[in-house]
């Protein structure tokens, strides 16, 4: 089942913060965060597991609640190049495949 | 380019005709995951393959649809007749783990192909 992001979307002011959650009904190997630019291919940010280890970009945080089977992304000092659309991706027990969210678009402004 | 590779980048067909499209995984990958993207919405699996095996199509309509990552030369995904609802863009991963531990291991994507149906 897809997991559900939110916001949908939120504009920001270059420098200011922001958290994108997303949330399944189903229990949690592990959560992928990508971003998407207009256009482009997903880009891979990171990977949260099980037992809180992390891998992926040093200057994006994200939390993982196994319990509440929950995931946030933290943008801190938002930059015009985080603008794009976040997808959370999920693998649940037995699953072969990584199912995307439903989205976050984020657009920073001057 | 180590990167994975997609051709064509944009397709035109007329309704009734076929579209084949073509993935070469990255370097080193044998994992292939093909996503549907429609306009505005988001990354819809369609199916997980291994070479020489289909190892997921929970996501691929059963009829017109195929898939297939022959164990030399790239990954195909096959549509037959296709309608204007097949209008999408079409993207494929690569990942060098698979199951158990395919939860593990980030999926690079390809820059897409652009499916119009006329």
């Known amino acids: 089942q897809q997991p559900v992001q939110s916001p949908q979307a939120v504009i920001l002011r270059e420098g200011e913060d922001a958290v994108i959650n997303c949330s399944s009904s189903k229990a949690l190997y592990s959560v992928h965060w990508y971003r998407q630019k207009h256009g482009e291919a997903p880009v891979f940010l990171m990977i949260l597991l099980k037992g809180g280890e992390q891998k992926g970009h040093e200057k994006i945080s994200a939390s993982f609640n196994e319990k509440k089977q929950q995931s946030s992304l933290y943008l801190t000092a938002s930059q015009l190049s985080y603008s794009g659309t976040y997808f959370c991706g999920i693998f649940t027990g037995g699953g072969n495949k990584l199912t995307f969210g439903t989205g976050t678009q984020l657009k920073v402004e001057l | 380019n180590a990167g994975v590779m997609q051709n064509p980048r944009h397709l035109v067909r007329r309704r009734g005709q076929e579209a084949r499209l073509r993935c070469s995984p990255m370097?080193?990958?044998?994992?292939v995951y093909w996503y549907r993207q429609l306009p505005e919405e988001g990354l819809k699996f369609m199916v997980y393959l291994q070479k020489e095996n289909i190892i997921d199509e929970s996501g691929m309509p059963k009829e017109r649809f195929s898939a297939e990552f022959p164990k030399e030369g790239p990954s195909i995904l096959r549509i037959q007749q296709v309608v204007r609802g097949d209008s999408a863009a079409y993207f494929c991963?690569?990942?060098?783990?698979?199951?158990?531990?395919?939860?593990?291991?980030?999926?690079?994507f390809g820059n897409g192909t652009r499916l119009t149906v006329t």
């Open positions: 370097k080193g990958h044998s994992h």
């Open positions: 991963a690569s990942s060098n783990q698979g199951v158990p531990f395919s939860y593990n291991s980030p999926l690079h």
